[in-house]
């Protein structure tokens, strides 16, 4: 029931970066794994990373690995991704979810039951 907004999205050349924040309402996001994931035009909904409940471990698509950090601070209830080294098909609505599975590693969509309502992010060549 925790409700995540997310921010920072915008325009950015290709190469550029842009760091996105997925803020919570409740004190209880400590208790939630957080994802990533992005729906591009035209396209459906994809995994980009995600992150433990403590933050210990990170997992990534292989599209955005090494470039893309995700990571959080549950003491201000917040979660982010840094992205780096961005390229146009980077291109999307970004969304941050939780879930409280023990597979969200996966980056299974279905693992995770809450979501924010996305931020865009264009970049541009």
């Known amino acids: 029931q925790v409700q995540l907004v997310e921010s920072g999205g915008g325009l950015v050349q290709a190469g550029g970066s842009l760091s996105l924040s997925c803020a919570a309402s409740e004190r209880t996001f400590s208790t939630y794994a957080m994802g990533w994931f992005r729906r591009a035009p035209g396209k459906e909904r994809e995994f980009v990373a995600a992150?433990?409940?403590?933050?210990?471990?990170?997992h990534y698509a292989h599209s955005v690995k090494g470039r893309f950090t995700i990571s959080r601070d549950n003491a201000k209830n917040t979660g982010y991704l840094q992205m780096n080294s961005l390229k146009p098909e980077d291109t999307a609505v970004y969304y941050c979810?939780?879930?409280?599975?023990?597979?969200?590693?996966?980056?299974?969509?279905?693992?995770?039951?809450?979501w924010g309502q996305g931020t865009h992010v264009t970049v541009s060549s």
């Open positions: 979810a939780t879930t409280q599975t023990s597979t969200y590693y996966r980056g299974d969509r279905n693992d995770y039951n809450n």
């Open positions: 992150i433990s409940r403590s933050g210990a471990y990170t």
